[in-house]
């Protein structure tokens, strides 16, 4: 009797023994489920953010320098003071910089801000005749397709380069209506002035003409997150 009880309770621990290693594999195999779930998505997020430094590292910077010519050897050069847009650069935007912006809206996506920058060299802008109107009429000729950039006279190099930006902008602006690769894309016109070598060091005081100085510069932006 006695060996039949003890061969009883043998039984009923061993099966309370083989009931908590189940319990115990059946939560080993849940945090492995667990943390293969996590793996995976901590290999997506590495994944996407891997993508994201490659796009910040490799979103195109396209310079239109004032010393170059387009294809057929016309010069894309601004007259000195002016920002009327000379016939050779009119069509390096409508061929080469629209074909650029295809591509890069199409490998960028993300990027829908096309940042157009104005720059130049340190020669003084001087107003001929009358003064800067940029604080009356710069909106107006922004926001109306119509308005010539001829009618805004600039007071300094900040004037030039922002209205020698906006000139291309407004081009770009025109062709966009009737070319499907710029759709969604929002150009915004900024200038630097003098301000900036083309290696992104500040200039030091220099008042002669430097063609390698003056150049417009495009910058893909990521479309910005509203903060709250």
Do not use: P
């Given at each position: 009797m006695f060996l039949q009880t003890t061969s009883n309770q043998a039984k009923a621990q061993l099966t309370q023994s083989e009931e908590a290693t189940k319990q115990l594999q059946s939560r080993i195999n849940g945090?492995?489920?667990n943390n293969k779930d996590l793996r995976s998505q901590l290999d997506q997020?590495?994944?996407?953010a891997k993508e994201m430094q490659r796009k910040l590292k490799s979103a195109p910077v396209i310079l239109?320098?004032?010393?170059?010519?387009?294809?057929?050897?016309?010069?894309?050069?601004?007259?000195t003071g002016k920002a009327d847009l000379p016939e050779g650069l009119k069509l390096f935007i409508e061929n080469d910089l629209v074909t650029k912006?295809?591509?890069?809206?199409k490998e960028y996506p993300e990027y829908q801000f096309i940042d157009v920058i104005g720059h130049t060299d340190g020669q003084e802008t001087i107003a001929q005749g009358n003064p800067s109107n940029l604080d009356t009429n710069l909106e107006g000729v922004a926001t109306n397709k119509d308005s010539n950039i001829n009618?805004?006279?600039p007071g300094s190099n900040k004037d030039l380069g922002l209205i020698r930006a906006l000139a291309v902008v407004k081009k770009l602006q025109e062709i966009q209506v009737k070319n499907d690769g710029l759709k969604g894309l929002k150009f915004r016109a900024y200038s630097a002035g003098q301000l900036l070598l083309s290696s992104g060091e500040y200039a030091p005081s220099d008042r002669t003409s430097n063609p390698a100085r003056r150049r417009i510069e495009i910058r893909f932006s990521p479309t910005p997150k509203q903060v709250p």
């Open positions: 945090l492995e489920n997020k590495t994944n996407e239109i320098k004032d010393s170059d010519t387009d294809s057929k050897g016309r010069s894309l050069r601004f007259e912006l295809e591509k890069a809206a009618t805004l006279q």
